[in-house]
Every structure is written in C-alpha cells, then in structure tokens.
C-alpha cells in the first residue's frame, strides 16, 4: 500500500515539474484515498487547489491539517492567505495572528495581516505591520510599496517619500510604481 501511495506522489511531482496542475491534484487526491492522515499531501494538494482558484477546497486540506497539527505555521499561513482571497479578512488576520504568535519570524505573515488590514481600512495598524515585515525582510519591495500606499492612505506624503528613499536603493521598478501610484515627485523631498 505504502509504495502505491508512493507512486501517486511521484506523479504528482512529475506532472507538477511538466505543468500539468490538473493531472498533479488528481494524483495527490489518488494518494489521500490511499492515506487520508498524509499532511504533506494534504498541503500540497490545498496549495494547487489554492492555484487553481479553488479556494474553500483549498481551506477543506488546510483545515484538515490543522486538526492534527493546530500549530503548522505555513498551513496556517496559507489558510490566511486562501481567507483573503475570499474576502474573508477579520478572519485571515485572526489567523495570521495565530502565525505570528507561534512563529514571529514569518514576514509574509506580517505582510498578510497587513494586507488584510488595509483592505478593512485599518491604516495604522497596517503600516506597523508592512513596516515589521519590512524590518524582517529589509529587500522586500512588496511590503515597502505596501506601506508607501498605506502612508499615502493616511495622507502622510513625508513617509511616502522616505519609503521611496528606501525602495530606491534596490529597486528601481517598485520605486516608480510607487511614485506613480502615490503621484509622488522625488524633487519633493528636497523643498
């Protein structure tokens, strides 16, 4: 039984490695016939679930993991994620609060809580967010862009501009994103 279950992973692997999603989740769901208790299959297969934008099949696996081990922090991680995709965000920050609390160190954690935040209009709160995962990851242009716009939400362009300071040091592109987005000009700085 053991190298059955084996050879559907092994298959999914493959048809991953060939992009063939599809063909990937049907193996993996062979495989979780075969042992249901499998959380690595099961993260797996919520992860190109998730992909395929199957989102409450892709919370089923990562609730189904979280039975067993409440304290996976990636599964849990990913079970924010697939909360905010359906606009479910008071419970994708409860859930990124779970992350953080067990794992501090995991930015996109922050960044996650951030996001959700800032889409129910709790600026403050995301920018302490975007700004501790920006200290996690000082290379991150996602949470600093995202925290440019967060400063920018509240009306501060004098953040706005040191964040654009930030970004141009490493990235050219998320700079002028921001700057177009934000209406910033770098001149302004300077006055």
């Known amino acids: 039984m053991t190298n059955t279950f084996w050879w559907h992973c092994q298959r999914a692997r493959f048809f991953l490695f060939i992009n063939r999603q599809p063909r990937a989740v049907e193996a993996l769901e062979t495989a979780l016939t075969i042992d249901p208790a499998d959380t690595a299959t099961r993260n797996a297969l919520g992860f190109l679930y998730g992909e395929a934008g ?53 930015d996109r954690a922050w960044f996650g809580r951030g996001t959700s935040q800032a889409a129910l209009g709790q600026h403050e709160q995301a920018i302490s967010d975007f700004e501790h995962a920006a200290k996690l990851q000082p290379m991150n242009p996602h949470a600093l862009y995202e925290l440019g716009m967060q400063y920018y939400a509240i009306s501060n362009s004098e953040k706005v501009l040191e964040v654009i300071e930030r970004l141009r040091q490493f990235d050219p592109k998320a700079t002028r994103e921001l700057m177009q987005a934000t209406h910033a000009s770098p001149a302004a700085k300077q006055s």
């Open 54 to 106: 199957k989102f409450p099949l892709a919370a089923e696996q990562f609730q189904a993991v979280l039975r067993t081990q409440p304290d996976n922090a990636d599964t849990l991680f990913n079970l924010g994620f697939i909360h905010q995709k359906l606009d479910r965000h008071a419970e994708a920050i409860e859930t990124f609060n779970t992350v953080i609390r067990i794992k501090p160190s995991i």
